[in-house]
């Protein structure tokens, strides 16, 4: 057993020369947890936030970038139950996913669907919760609604979109180019929007208006997006590519009895990221079992070449999951 292990930290806030690749000495696993040989990681948006300087790790987390990882149970704490060495899975961390081996709480750690490559596994986890907590649980979306996601080629978008029509919902989509659209369609949106031509406002309440809309924009889109939903709607907002501070008329919103709504998922409790790995293994792997949804995989890149992984992502032509290979 090697004593330390390759990792990827951004020592100072920056673009993507900011990642460096360092060693750092080897965990053991703690109490109700497990480390993972990591196979792949997952490249995800917060990961570039942390790398900019403006989203630090909660107190206690590794400042080790990554949120996700898929590989073999390599060592087990005490306590652990279902896990065995070997076993492959895939998990949600709070940090730590960009290295060699990481460290998971076990109720955040999923088996691996039976229909996917391990390494696809790592682009399971952060989107998944993600949607589930935020779109499901949060949003409430029921079979036979409409749910609208803005940036629907994104890994959160690929996922909603999939989960969200294995559930029994209309799903619109925006996206920037009519490949990514036809993407969106061929995942399963009913209407997929090109933004840059199209007004989903306009076009939303010619369907009817949504009841549920995923926002990672935010900025001019809040207000476009309640123009868009239903009475008793609901707005969930995860992220604000377009910023965090709107000027804002809430008469719509009492009018049309709207929920707006949003949640971060890093800084959640274990215990209630085992809440939720419980609901997802219950009913979203079946879905995946079933050929109903699976990650959307952009590109792969060797650990070694973060950098290059984290300027696909920041140029915004990737669709689906970006991974490191390890």
């Not at 990792?7 to 696993?29: F, T």
């Not at 409409?146 to 909603?160: E, K, M, N, Y």
């Amino acid at each position: 057993m090697p004593q330390s292990m390759r990792v990827v930290r951004a020592p100072e806030p920056g673009g993507s020369d900011a990642l460096k690749l360092e060693r750092q000495s080897i965990q053991e696993p703690g109490d109700n947890q497990i480390r993972i040989a990591v196979c792949a990681a997952g490249v995800n948006r917060p990961d570039v936030i942390q790398r900019m300087g403006f989203y630090p790790p909660p107190p206690g987390a590794s400042d080790v970038l990554g949120l996700e990882v898929a590989g073999l149970v390599d060592a087990v704490g005490c306590d652990v139950t279902r896990w065995r060495i070997g076993d492959e899975v895939c998990a949600l961390l709070s940090g730590g996913g960009y290295a060699d081996f990481a460290i998971a709480d076990t109720g955040s750690v999923l088996p691996r669907p039976t229909v996917l490559s391990l390494p696809d596994c790592a682009g399971l986890p952060e989107t998944v919760f993600t949607v589930w907590a935020n779109v499901f649980e949060s949003g409430a979306l029921q079979p036979g609604e409409t749910l609208l996601v803005q940036g629907g080629a994104s890994g959160i978008g690929t996922t909603a979109i999939q989960m969200a029509a294995a559930h029994g919902a209309t799903v619109i989509a925006t996206a920037v180019s009519r490949t990514k659209c036809d993407l969106c369609a061929g995942l399963g949106a009913t209407r997929a929007i090109n933004y840059r031509d199209e007004d989903f406002v306009e076009i939303a309440r010619e369907m009817g208006g949504v009841d549920v809309i995923l926002d990672m924009v935010g900025g001019e889109y809040v207000d476009r997006n309640i123009r868009s939903l239903k009475p008793g709607g609901r707005l969930v907002s995860i992220a604000f590519l377009k910023g965090s501070r709107v000027e804002l008329d809430l008469m719509p919103v009492m009018l049309k009895r709207l929920t707006l709504t949003g949640s971060t998922l890093r800084s959640r409790p274990a215990m209630e990221k085992a809440r939720l790995a419980h609901a997802i293994e219950e009913t979203v792997w079946p879905w995946i079992e079933s050929g109903q949804f699976k990650p959307v995989i952009d590109s792969r890149f060797d650990l070694d070449n973060v950098q290059a992984a984290h300027e696909r992502i920041d140029s915004g032509d990737h669709a689906g999951k970006i991974l490191l290979t390890i």
